[in-house]
């Protein structure tokens, strides 16, 4: 049963989001307008997640992913605002400027002449 409420998503709502997300962190590391260092952040981020050798191994079950996630987890929260930001910009670039409809603001200060 689905609920129809701000406060329920199902799951297939936040995979389709976190995948999302996850594009879009890919196409803001290959975007040339993006700081260097901050690409370098995220790029180190994932190969520490999928290189074998960490702080922690990952045959030790619980605690082996543990660092992995502590370590997506700080760079998300370090840069979750500029990626949403970013994809929020993206969004704005694929509207269609030109079904947009320009009116001039209406004054009902001024009385007719």
């Known amino acids: 049963m689905r609920y129809n409420s701000i406060f329920y998503t199902g799951f297939g709502d ?3 989001n976190f995948f999302y997300k996850l594009k879009m962190t890919f196409e803001y590391v290959k975007d040339k307008e993006v700081p260097f ?3 370098l952040l995220i790029i180190i981020a994932f190969t520490y997640f999928i290189f074998p050798v960490d702080i922690v191994p990952d045959f030790i ?3 082996g ?4 996630v502590a370590v997506l987890t700080f760079i998300w929260a370090a840069l979750k605002s500029e990626i949403n930001e970013y994809i ?3 969004e704005i ?3 269609d400027k030109s079904k947009v409809i ?3 603001k209406f004054n009902s200060d001024k009385k007719p002449d």
């Not at 992913?65 to 992995?68: A, F, G, I, R, S």
């Open 14 to 16: 936040i995979m389709k």
């Open 37 to 39: 260092y901050r690409k």
């Open 61 to 63: 079950i619980g605690l």
């Open 65 to 68: 992913l543990l660092d992995d």
């Open 88 to 90: 929020a910009k993206k």
């Open 93 to 95: 670039q694929k509207f």
């Open 102 to 104: 320009e009116f001039e």
